[in-house]
């Protein structure tokens, strides 16, 4: 790690390599509890990975509906105030999906290996592959912030599964 956290996080999030994605998206009307192995070099320790397994348990997305009644349009052109209007009288048909995860310490486990990158990733990809669960992913990161890849990971997974959850919220009348 540098002397800069922010540049840490940023490189950390910006060489996650996602080896593997769930097959299945997060649940719409559920939490979904997503399987991660995370696999990192360990710094300076030449032919020693570290294996890290856990859980994200992602949240049911919640519909959230914007206040519009309490915008205040003083000094706005008339314009502004007309489209402030229009946005008030269409209010019901404005949603937002929330997401949330949570990820704890105590759900997950390490461990550490002599061998090299490849044949590590290569043997916890054929397993997972084995246990054909959906929810499964396989990331290659750096160790330390290692977890700054699991939020890559929740991302991923929100980006991926927003317009399927959308879907079929409003198959189910719960979105407009």
Not at 46 to 67: C, Q, S
Not at 163 to 174: A, M, T
């Amino acid at each position: 790690m540098s002397s800069n956290p922010d540049f840490d996080r940023w490189y950390a999030a910006k060489s996650a390599k996602f080896l593997l994605e769930p097959s299945s998206r997060l649940e719409t009307f559920g939490n979904t509890l997503v399987n991660y192995h995370l696999i990192s070099e360990l710094e300076d320790r030449p032919g020693k990975i570290r294996v890290r397994e856990g859980r994200l348990e992602a949240h049911k997305p919640l519909v959230i509906v914007p206040d519009l009644s309490s915008i205040e349009t003083e000094g706005l052109s008339g314009e502004a105030k007309a489209y402030a209007e229009f946005l008030q009288s269409h209010e019901a048909d404005l949603r937002i999906l929330k997401y949330g995860y949570r990820l704890k310490a105590d759900n997950y486990t390490e461990y550490v290996v002599t061998d090299s990158l490849s044949a590590v990733v290569d043997r916890v990809k054929a397993e997972v592959m084995a246990a054909d669960d959906g929810f499964s992913a396989v990331i290659q990161g750096v160790d330390e912030p290692w977890d700054v890849a699991l939020v890559e990971l929740w991302l991923r997974e929100v980006h991926r599964s927003a317009g399927h959850n959308i879907r079929d919220l409003q198959k189910r009348g719960e979105l407009f």
